[in-house]
């Protein structure tokens, strides 16, 4: 289902703290889904959550991976927040066996501690089973002023694309475009019913993996209806 078969759903997040803007009373969840559609930001299928990070509140678009999400559900898999866990798995392939004793005594260690369904055991072989469970294709903050909305999107520059919604004209709009623009954050105003792209955002590369990237998807997983 698209973005805008979850509004309703949605809304139950925004009487959550934080939304103390103008955007609040205009329903954030509904201005950012109004702006997603028209303006191409995201991919139809992604679905929208208020979620917490670093500190900061922002709506997020994301596209479960359904295969993992079912297996999760089928083994009982809790998230998997634990950096040292999150390590080991990285240093496993996926799904191809891997001697036990190959593992330095560290990583041994932390396979005994493994969370339920993360990789299966037997026979002398460890052999992992858990992939990133979402993938984040905006971050969306709001905020009092662009300044600080930016300085909040600024968190979220190694795991995703982010975006500012500001509600009402923008003061010093020269400044906010030019800092929107070298930092590739999108600026998105809202007046009235009309949502403006002032800057689009810039495209996320993910330059490498890493187990900060890996914990990030788990913690907004967690969050997520």
Same mark, same amino acid.
């Not at 500190?55 to 993992?68: H, L």
């Not at 500012?164 to 475009?177: F, M, Q, S, T």
């Given at each position: 289902?698209?973005?805008?078969?979850?509004?309703?759903?949605?809304?139950?997040?925004?009487?959550?703290?934080?939304?103390?803007?103008?955007?609040?009373?205009?329903?954030?969840?509904?201005?950012?889904?109004?702006?997603?559609?028209?303006?191409?930001?995201?991919?139809?299928?992604?679905?929208?959550?208020?979620?917490?990070?670093?500190?900061?509140?922002?709506?997020?678009?994301?596209?479960?991976?359904?295969?993992?999400?079912?297996?999760?559900?089928?083994?009982?898999? *809790?998230?998997?927040?634990?950096?040292?866990?999150?390590?080991?798995?990285?240093?496993?392939? /996926?799904?191809?066996?891997? *001697?036990?004793?190959? /593992?330095?005594?560290?990583?041994?260690?932390?396979?005994?501690?493994?969370?339920?369904?993360?990789?299966?055991?037997?026979?002398?072989?460890?052999?992992?089973?858990?992939?990133?469970?979402?993938?984040?294709?905006?971050?969306?903050?709001?905020?009092?002023?662009?300044?600080?909305?930016?300085?909040?999107?600024?968190?979220?520059? *190694?795991?995703?694309?982010?975006?500012?919604?500001?509600?009402?004209?923008?003061?010093?709009?020269?400044?906010?475009?030019?800092?929107?623009?070298?930092?590739?954050?999108?600026? /998105?105003?809202?007046?009235?019913?009309?949502?403006?792209?002032?800057?689009?955002?810039?495209?996320?590369?993910?330059?490498?993996?890493?187990?900060?990237?890996?914990?990030?998807?788990?913690?907004?997983?967690?969050? /997520?209806?």
């Amino acid at each position: 289902m698209g973005v805008q078969a979850h509004r309703q759903r949605e809304r139950q997040f925004e009487s959550r703290a934080g939304w103390s803007m103008a955007v609040v009373a205009r329903e954030p969840m509904d201005v950012v889904a109004g702006a997603v559609a028209p303006c191409d930001l995201v991919p139809r299928e992604a679905k929208l959550a208020l979620i917490e990070a670093f500190g900061a509140e922002a709506v997020v678009a994301y596209r479960y991976d359904v295969r993992e999400r079912e297996r999760r559900a089928v083994d009982g898999t *809790p998230p998997l927040t634990r950096p040292d866990v999150l390590n080991l798995l990285m240093a496993l392939p /996926l799904d191809e066996p891997v *001697p036990a004793s190959s /593992l330095s005594e560290r990583e041994r260690r932390v396979l005994r501690a493994l969370p339920k369904g993360a990789a299966v055991r037997g026979n002398g072989v460890v052999t992992r089973r858990a992939v990133q469970p979402v993938h984040i294709d905006m971050a969306f903050v709001p905020g009092r002023s662009w300044e600080s909305a930016m300085e909040k999107a600024e968190r979220f520059t *190694p795991f995703c694309s982010r975006t500012v919604v500001v509600d009402g004209v923008l003061r010093r709009k020269d400044d906010a475009v030019m800092r929107a623009d070298f930092y590739g954050i999108g600026l /998105l105003t809202v007046q009235g019913e009309t949502v403006e792209v002032v800057v689009p955002p810039r495209p996320f590369v993910r330059r490498r993996h890493t187990v900060s990237g890996w914990k990030f998807l788990e913690d907004v997983h967690r969050q /997520l209806p």
